[in-house]
């Protein structure tokens, strides 16, 4: 997708209110970011509607964002949720346009969960993701477990909920929990293991560990209390 700037808002019908009350709250140059869904997508950018809670949404409806830096061919898609990082410009209430600094499809890229272990060793589902492995063509869905924990805290976008909420909304996305685990991996703060069945992988922190099925059969996703490795789950659930 190539985008053009200056972004001039044609879209028909556009009727994006601005200059609501919080309009005062995002502060001229200031870094900011919120979460919303993708409404359109043209060759000069998104429109991207804002989420309820996030503080944009009481400055417009939607948002005109384009964003220079993406790459030839670059595309979100409508309905996708994304998290738009942007810097404050000096007219934002009342043109409602932002040139974004970065955009997410994987939720925010900055958060921390906590883990609390349950007295009882069993598997229980909480959401669902999907992916395009290297054998497909096609997203295949997959299923996301809690295996020997209670419940999972989420701190994201300086807000704490259970890590079903923040999935459930977007701001969080199973594909952000394994990229910030490869990160977490590559630079040495956690231990990880890659399995020769077509790349399933084991991470593990201090008060959990991550399990992702990646071996052409099964794709699911585990969120494990410590320990709890891809072949402990296999050995129960016959994976293999």
């Not at 630079?187 to 099925?213: M, T, V």
Request: glycine fraction near 10%; aromatic fraction near 12%.
């Amino acid at each position: 997708m190539n985008f053009i700037l200056p972004f001039v808002l044609v879209l028909a019908g556009y009727t994006g209110a601005v200059g609501g009350e919080d309009a005062d709250i995002l502060a001229h140059g200031s870094a900011q970011s919120f979460l919303g869904t993708v409404l359109e997508e043209t060759e000069a950018g998104l429109i991207v509607i804002p989420d309820e809670e996030e503080a944009e949404r009481g400055i417009a409806e939607r948002f005109a964002v384009a964003y220079p830096a993406a790459e030839e061919g670059f595309a979100v898609g409508t309905g996708q949720k994304v998290v738009v990082y942007y810097t404050v410009p000096e007219n934002l209430a009342k043109t409602a346009e932002i040139t974004a600094d970065d955009i997410s499809t994987e939720g925010y890229r900055k958060f921390t969960l906590f883990a609390e272990p349950s007295e009882k060793k069993e598997r229980r589902l909480i959401g669902r993701g999907e992916e395009k492995p290297w054998w497909s063509e096609e997203m295949i869905p997959y299923d996301i477990y809690y295996y020997g924990l209670s419940e999972v805290t989420a701190v994201v976008d300086g807000k704490a909920m259970p890590l079903e909420q923040a999935l459930a909304s977007g701001k969080i996305t199973s594909e952000g929990i394994l990229h910030k685990a490869h990160q977490d991996a590559e630079e040495g703060r956690i231990h990880w293991d890659a399995y020769r069945d077509g790349g399933s992988l084991d991470y593990e922190y201090e008060e959990y560990s991550i399990a992702k099925y990646n071996n052409g059969r099964e794709n699911d996703l585990y969120i494990n209390c410590p320990g709890v490795k891809l072949y402990h789950l296999s050995e129960m659930y016959g994976r293999y």
